[in-house]
């Protein structure tokens, strides 16, 4: 079975430094991994997605994110932090049956202090 | 890009009465369509998968009777929560499959519902 973990529940950052979200996997086969961000009472926009083509993702906001299949890893990071990047950040992988089930992390709450 | 509608975008009712919520795919085709439950501070849970023309798989847990889903069209899935009770207070969250070949979900903007 599928399954991900955010190995941190909350990150705080200071604006304009570095930003790295944690993101484990498990899977028996080639995943599909995707980042998803939510604002506060909004829905979920997707960020970046890998599908066994580069390893290193680029997405939106400049947000990548690289796959590391021997450390079974997809962490999320972006250079510079910038206060609208607080949020909350889901790494997800698609499920193994064809109706593309998606399997959520716990999320981690990204704070940008100024 | 794939824009998801959900209506209304929050709600408020009295404990016992019925509640609609719409998801629309506004310019894609989603045979397939899914609904998650968000609680305060939580990921978001899996309520069921949606089939356009056929019935909605449920999740394990999930009382099919009290969450109603119909999928009558390639852009449009219904949940009602029936005899809703304060513990259906939550936020419900859908999302719609492209079928473009990209395998990508696009999520609705969510319905917060709150049971009185």
């Known amino acids: 079975a599928q399954s991900v973990t955010q190995l941190d529940s909350h990150v705080s950052v200071s604006e304009g430094t570095p930003v790295l979200l944690r993101c484990n996997y498990s899977s028996s086969y080639s995943p599909s991994l995707f980042w998803y961000v939510q604002h506060p009472n909004k829905g979920l926009q997707l960020l970046l997605k890998y599908t066994s083509a580069a390893t290193l993702v680029k997405g939106i906001n400049g947000f990548e994110a690289e796959f590391k299949k021997s450390e079974t890893s997809f962490h999320l990071t972006k250079p510079s932090a910038h206060m609208s990047d607080a949020a909350e950040y889901f790494c997800v992988v698609r499920g193994s049956s064809n109706t593309g089930k998606l399997i959520f992390g716990q999320g981690t709450t990204l704070q940008v202090k100024p | 890009g794939a824009v998801v509608s959900q209506h209304p975008s929050w709600v408020i009712c009295k404990s016992g009465t019925s509640v609609k919520i719409e998801c629309r795919s506004l310019?894609?085709?989603?045979?397939?369509m899914f609904w998650y439950r968000q609680f305060p501070k939580q990921s978001l849970m899996l309520m069921a998968t949606?089939?356009?023309?056929?019935?909605?798989?449920?999740e394990q847990g999930v009382e099919k009777d009290k969450f109603l889903i119909n999928h009558a069209s390639l852009t449009l899935s219904t949940l009602t929560v029936t005899s809703a009770h304060p513990e259906d207070s939550s936020f419900y969250i859908c999302s719609a499959r492209d079928q473009g070949g990209l395998e990508t979900q696009y999520f609705g903007p969510g319905t917060r519902l709150l049971v009185l």
């Open positions: 310019d894609f085709q989603a045979t397939t």
């Open positions: 949606s089939n356009e023309g056929s019935k909605a798989t449920y």
